[in-house]
């Protein structure tokens, strides 16, 4: 077809509806894996740790069909294969031990046995003779807030946390604030927190004891004052 000043214009190709049209292998691929990362096509998918424990229990289904059908020695193996299983079980509860109960405010720093400071002092010190240093943080830390119940610096108050005496003995007692937040921590720690306690943690709050014993407090109107 001539066009205008004799050259030669190109074909108009007008491709059909009907006529498919081949898309590159890769970028199909590429729209196909954004189609299906799309988070409705995943609502209803297994958690990772649901995935993980379906793939060990199809190991372990896996194990048990090859062992049995095994001859000879299929039963024998079977139990080999049970025994492992349990020792794995066993060994992970070991491992991580029960669920650690979570810290709450309203948790009490005392129990429902009312002692007075020199009881908790006693216990405290069994304790750490036997080198049962959670304990032995636990019951030294009563015996701070108990004394100073007992020399008035702090109101005796059921529920009571750590945390809560801490502060309100940092108010009369200005010079040891930090290390009675410091020991509440470490009370939380052990008690709620699932930590471990050692001789240096238990040594602190015995220090912390006896120097509060030495300690004047300031006045009300001082420590009043101190807080504004």
Not at 78 to 84: C, D, E, N, R
């Amino acid at each position: 077809m001539l066009g205008t000043g004799g050259t030669t214009a190109a074909p108009l190709v007008r491709v059909s509806d009907d006529v498919p049209v081949d898309i590159p292998r890769v970028p199909a691929r590429e729209a196909a894996e954004r189609e299906l990362s799309r988070p409705m096509y995943h609502e209803n998918d297994p958690s990772l740790l649901q995935r993980a424990l379906n793939r060990f229990w199809e190991w372990v289904d896996r194990l048990f069909n090859s062992v049995s059908g095994g001859a000879p020695g299929g039963a024998l193996g079977l139990i080999v294969i049970v025994l492992v299983v349990a020792a794995l079980v066993a060994a992970l509860w070991w491992r991580l031990g029960k669920p650690q109960r979570t810290a709450d405010t309203s948790d009490s720093l005392f129990d429902d046995r009312p002692r007075d400071a020199s009881a908790h002092r006693a216990a405290a010190e069994k304790h750490a003779a036997a080198e049962r240093w959670n304990q032995a943080v636990q019951e030294r830390m009563r015996a701070v807030v108990r004394s100073l119940e007992e020399r008035t610096l702090l109101d005796p108050r059921p529920g009571r946390t750590a945390d809560e005496a801490a502060a309100e003995a940092g108010r009369p007692l200005p010079g040891h604030a930090d290390e009675l937040r410091a020991a509440a921590r470490t009370f939380d720690d052990v008690t709620y927190g699932g930590r471990t306690a050692d001789r240096q943690a238990y040594e602190r709050l015995r220090e912390l004891d006896l120097a509060l014993e030495r300690a004047k407090p300031l006045t009300a109107d001082a420590a009043q004052g101190a807080a504004e």
